[in-house]
């Protein structure tokens, strides 16, 4: 596809429960973001990776949050014992350029649900 | 520390209506700013920017000018329209690689 798609669109878990939520970002793109957005909340950075370096994670609210990507193509974001305050939409963004500074196109967000 | 405020919605406006949607800013260093729209049921895309003090970022009718005397960097549209029914993310970049949003306006057209 055109687009950044991202899967699944909905995530229902357990508390406790572990879970991956994947990105295809667009093809050829160097920077890949990962967001989470809270219910009317703004999109708050999580991690940054450009080709398969991933080289800023300071927005990983904790060490249950993982995020890879291999191959410098599609990324996964693992989340570990999920908690309630997990709950969110996680947005993923790739842009063909390096840095933040560039056109980021979105994905739809994966909506997570932690009971 | 760095972050960017938004007026608070819900905003509900007749169709033609004049549009403002306020942003201001704290950075250290001079950032980059945005505004991205997000429509029913799409991703977030970019709306427009501006990279510099004075600068002003156009798209579909929409102008946001960058002022660094009152560190803002608001929305505006001389006429709506249904099809711009949607929420409005402001947003800033200064160095490294983390955006930082707004918490996000929602707009709400009416025929």
């Known amino acids: ?115 | 520390g760095d972050s960017v405020t938004q007026m608070e919605g819900p905003v509900t406006l007749s169709e033609e209506a004049f549009l403002t949607i306020n942003c201001t800013y704290t950075a250290t260093g001079y950032p980059s700013l945005f505004w991205y729209v997000q429509y029913p049921g799409e991703g977030l895309q970019l709306l427009l920017k501006a990279t510099k003090a004075d600068d002003k970022g156009s798209n579909k009718g929409f102008e946001a000018t960058y002022r660094k005397e009152t560190t803002s960097f608001h929305l505006e549209k001389g006429s709506v329209q249904v099809s711009d029914s949607a929420v409005y993310f402001c947003a800033r970049w200064n160095t490294g690689n983390q955006f930082y949003f707004g918490t996000g306006t929602s707009l709400t057209v009416i025929p």
């Open chain 1, 1 to 115: 596809g055109a687009g950044v798609s991202q899967s699944p669109r909905y995530k229902v878990a357990k508390r406790g429960q572990d879970v991956a939520l994947r990105c295809d970002p667009i093809s050829g793109h160097v920077s890949l973001f990962w967001y989470q957005q809270a219910l009317g909340q703004g999109p708050e950075f999580l991690t940054y990776f450009q080709n398969e370096a991933q080289l800023d994670k300071s927005g990983l609210p904790s060490d249950r949050f993982f995020a890879e990507r291999p191959e410098g193509s599609v990324s996964t974001l693992k989340i570990q014992r999920t908690q309630q305050e997990d709950s969110a939409v996680y947005l993923c963004a790739s842009s063909s350029g390096q840095g933040a500074y560039n056109e980021q196109f979105f994905g739809p967000g994966t909506r997570l649900t932690v009971l």
